[in-house]
DNA sequence: GAAGATGGGACAGCCATATTGACGTATCTT
DNA sequence: AAGATACGTCAATATGGCTGTCCCATCTTC
């Protein structure tokens, strides 16, 4: 199969031979440099709130629930389902968790009184900017020392591994940035 | 307590005040932004290779031990230890479930016997390879997305992640690049 | 106003992946 | 010979996911 490729992004298991000469091949040190830099960097950034986590006797799950009812007071629950792309059951035992703490408080929605409405309370909004305080010190940290042209390439390569459809979804938690 | 807020996102417990007129608080969103896409771009990478592994029946865990035993033939199982983060326990059933397989193989070492050396069979290495395709394909479409420098900076911000004492174990894979 | 669709909750049971602590054995080092 | 090290293993536990099923309240549509 001729794939006239400039593009090297064409070959998949199937045409071995046509890889060999691909700039695609030449190009498997770069990708396993990325794939190791993020695995390292992703997990080194989320060990960075663990401690403050465990503190409350709460997970990782839990701050990924906060963080985007942080981001987006008033979120529905189907919104933060689709954010973190589990199941209504796993999300359950998470909010029911941080209800009970008393970090997030709950209203039926205005237009349609199905949804619920979530939000921080006071207590949670404290803990969630001290878990983010951690992060922010490790990125800001990695920000300062790449530069900020290295930061925008940082997103861009980012970007660039989320699925065309979900990137709108990403999109809107900068959008509504105050 | 009046924050005067023109964001909602600046009202950390503690040094508002100080914070308010630095540079970092002003780098907020952007620390916001890398967390979300950091988020997302990992989960969405590593998403692509969930269903080649389910129809071996196996996990995540276990294509990170085939990738670094990929990586780097006959490591020994500390220094596998090492990249995971995980403990001896939890490495050894995965180590189990890959030899059980047929993907990987082991011998002792040759200056210290104590050791045992790891590497992958035909089998693991073909199936390691269909792994990374997918990781190949999607690393490589956000690469070409973005560009060279792009692609540059985004190395620089993961690497500056990853604390200082682990960079050289991080590096380490990349120098006996075959 | 009835029927159906949708948002959300809950029960039961399961699985994968991690943990801790204790202990054992072979091998290397001193 | 004594101690440290590399590796393995037993048992118990936690977390955070999953599926399947059923339910209620509310909105939409005819």
New binding site residues.
């Given amino acids: 199969m001729a794939v006239p490729s400039s593009s090297p992004y064409d070959n998949h298991a199937h045409d071995a031979l046509l890889r060999t000469a691909s700039a695609l091949f030449l190009r498997e040190g770069e990708v396993r440099r990325g794939v190791e830099l993020l695995y390292f960097g992703y997990t080194r950034l989320t060990k960075s709130i663990d401690e403050g986590l465990s503190e409350h ?6 701050h ?1 629930a906060l963080y985007f009812i942080s981001r987006q007071p008033d979120l ?4 933060l ?1 689709s954010y ?13 968790d941080l209800s009970k703490r008393g970090y997030i408080e ?1 209203r ?2 205005t ?7 979530l939000r921080l309370t006071a207590e949670g909004a404290a803990f969630e900017a001290q878990l983010f305080d951690a992060l922010r010190s490790k990125l800001a940290h990695a920000y300062a020392g790449a530069g900020q042209d290295s930061v925008t390439g940082f997103w861009r390569v980012l970007e660039g591994l989320i699925p065309e459809e979900e990137r709108a979804m990403v999109a809107a938690l900068q959008m509504d940035e105050r």
């Fill in positions: 006797g709460l997970g990782r799950a839990h990924r529905t629950v189907s919104e389902l973190l792309a589990i199941t209504k059951q796993s999300l359950g035992r998470v909010v029911n709950t039926a929605g237009t349609d009184r199905r949804q619920k409405l």
